[in-house]
């Protein structure tokens, strides 16, 4: 019995060492699979870190585009205002233009009104001499009917001189016809 149970407990041994051995490879099993999943999750960490450098880079790539387009939007505010100042400096300019254009306009009127005026004083000048002249002319043909109005004076003084002689000389021939009347008788 003793022998038995010594066999008994060699066995029990026996298969407690087997079972330890077991147990132990087992539990080296178990720690290979945990250092396996310890791995996966390095790994799956570090997929992590890559992602999040991506999405960090991408965030930075978005910001670097969104910086871009304030910086293009500026310009291009910055051209439309600039624009916009080169506009109405071309607008002042265009006023200023037109300013002087109506003032030039102005002036030119002012030169042709000054023209006109010296026109119609040069005309009203000539009317004026023209009208002296037709004055001076009246004058004369008013002189001129005075001379006739003499001459036609002249010539019926004229006429009566010629018949005072006309009576005179009828009177002496009354004078001799009576000095022959009186001889004859």
Do not use: P, Q, T
């Not at 099993?29 to 996966?40: K, M, N, Q």
């Not at 002042?92 to 005026?117: G, H, I, N, R, Y």
């Not at 019926?156 to 018949?163: F, G, V, Y």
């Amino acid at each position: 019995e003793s022998e038995l149970d010594e066999s008994v407990l060699d066995e029990s041994k026996l298969d407690e060492s087997e079972l330890d051995e077991s147990v132990l490879e087992e539990s080296e099993l178990e720690f290979e699979e945990f250092e396996l999943d310890e791995s996966v999750l390095d790994e799956s960490e570090l997929e992590f870190e890559e992602f999040e450098l991506d999405e960090s880079e991408l965030d930075e790539s978005k910001l670097d585009d969104s910086e871009l387009d304030e910086s293009v939007l500026e310009e291009s505010e910055l051209d439309e205002s600039e624009l916009d100042e080169s506009k109405l400096a071309e607008s002042e300019l265009d006023e200023s233009v037109l300013e002087e254009s109506e003032l030039e306009e102005s002036e030119l009127d002012e030169s042709e009104l000054d023209e006109s005026k010296l026109a119609e004083s040069v005309l009203d000048e000539s009317r004026l001499d023209e009208s002296e002249l037709d004055e001076s002319r009246l004058d004369e043909s008013e002189l001129d009917e005075s001379k006739l109005d003499e001459s036609e004076l002249d010539e019926s003084k004229l006429d009566e001189s010629e018949l005072d002689e006309s009576k005179l000389d009828e009177s002496e021939l009354d004078e001799s016809e009576l000095d022959e009347s009186e001889l004859a008788e």
